[in-house]
């Protein structure tokens, strides 16, 4: 059955995506017989798509899968958020796997490439109706929550996980931490992969957007535009995620004033970044340091990981960072082990912040699903841990910065 044509003073206002213009052309002339649907406009591209959709105000947004500057499912999720329009893709993939993804990002209708007319008119039309309907079922609306709503503040909050010994358990520590705090607090939480050359945080969280820092590096001087087209949204969690750079030899363009730029813009629109790092010195790592507020230092049970750790401390006083800013967190902890948390406490001259448990097999399961233990197994005691660290970061970051200098957790920038 057709969908009903609706009435001509109710006309379909429609704007087309392709970053082709003989495509758009050809869906113009597909319509052009058309009474109900009024093409309004034309994009070439995501951003510019964004921001016709906004201004424009179309019922319907005709959106091709891929575009040259940024992700058609990218581009779909942003309307769909911040506009009313509804979105039907686009796209020469006929595989489910599109159709899903395009679903989870809220497009209403979906066109295998090449279509008639009669595909495309029903469509559109379909989608048209079945977002009228559910406007009309919706209450009248205040305007959406912002997404920091619910957040205590702005607060802006860089969080550095590091470790001067490699395979400890930062990017597992970072993935579930940044899940955590985005879940507790329901602040504006941004996982930034700074481990340049090996960063695995897609993996880690299933993530399969191309862009990475090294677009926001590249953009130069950024805006919110540009930052929300860069930075995906962790479908599970609602997480922002800016992957390390797909081309490893980007890594050495990281200067210290191209990590600074960035950071700094990120600050200005998230409540925390939590920062996947490398073990080394380089000058973009150590830039992630001496901006974070908060460096959680990782260590484990093993002897050459607390030797490292130690002389780390040796290293950032001589950097002249202030040690407050430094909270040890114990990984991989087992009684068998030989050496007890305590000891390395003693060794160390502090406490953990937190000890979270030796489990491989959750963390290797979670890991080769691409979905974070904290998600999957939300009461076993390694999410529980996890948990309590997210709790004790998110009272640390509210503390007030003129509190006295021994009970204050973090450094004043
Ligand atoms: N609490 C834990 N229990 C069991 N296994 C863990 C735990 N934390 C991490 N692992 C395992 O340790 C390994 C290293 O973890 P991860 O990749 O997070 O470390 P990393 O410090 O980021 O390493 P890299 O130096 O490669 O960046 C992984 O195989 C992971 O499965
Ligand atoms: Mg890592």
Known sequence: MQPPEPRASKRIRLL??????????????????????????????????????????????????????????????????????????????????????????????????PFTSDDLINTVRTAAAATAAADHRRPAAAPPPSPAANAPQALRKIIAIFSPKGGVGRSVIAANLAVALKRESNA?????????????????????????????????SLDQQIIDGV??????????????????????????????????????????????????????????????????????????????????????????????????VCNRVDSLFGIQPRHVETRL?????????????LVVTSVNRGVPFIISHRSAPISRAIQVLAQRVASLATQPENAGKERKGWSQR
């Not at 939480?189 to 820092?213: K, M, R, T, W, Y």
């Not at 040796?314 to 407050?324: D, H």
């Not at 001259?349 to 097999?361: E, G, N, T, V």
Request: aromatic share 4%; hydrophobic share 45%.
């Open 16 to 113: 087309i995506v392709d970053d082709m213009p003989e495509m758009a052309q050809n869906v113009q002339k597909l319509l052009h017989f058309e009474r109900d649907i009024q093409v309004i406009g034309t994009a070439a591209n995501g951003r510019e798509a964004i921001a016709k959709a906004s201004s424009m105000n179309p019922d319907v947004v005709l959106m091709d899968i891929n575009l040259r500057d940024m992700d058609g499912l990218k581009a779909t999720e942003m309307i769909t958020r911040q506009t009313a329009c509804c979105v039907v893709m686009m796209s020469v993939q006929s595989e489910p796997e599109y159709l899903t993804r395009a679903m989870m990002v809220g497009a209403r209708g979906y066109l295998i490439k």
């Open 188 to 220: 504006r939480v941004v996982l930034v992969d700074a481990h340049l050359q090996a960063g695995d945080q897609h993996v880690l969280l299933n993530i399969n957007s191309p862009n990475s820092i090294d677009d926001l590096r590249e953009a130069g």
């Open 231 to 328: 930075v995906a949204i962790h479908e599970g969690s609602g997480l922002g995620v800016l992957r390390a750079p797909v081309a490893l030899e980007s890594a050495e363009l990281f200067t210290s004033d191209a990590m600074k730029a960035i950071l700094v813009e990120l600050r200005e629109h998230f409540d925390y970044l939590i920062i996947d790092t490398d073990t080394s010195f380089s000058e973009a790592n150590l830039t992630v340091l001496e901006m974070a507020d908060l460096i959680l230092l990782v260590t484990t049970l093993e002897v050459t990981t607390i030797n490292r750790v130690s002389q780390f401390f040796e290293v950032m006083e001589r950097l002249g960072y202030a040690r407050s800013k430094v909270k040890l």
């Open 349 to 361: 001259h502090q406490h953990f912040l937190s000890q979270i448990p030796d489990d491989p097999r």
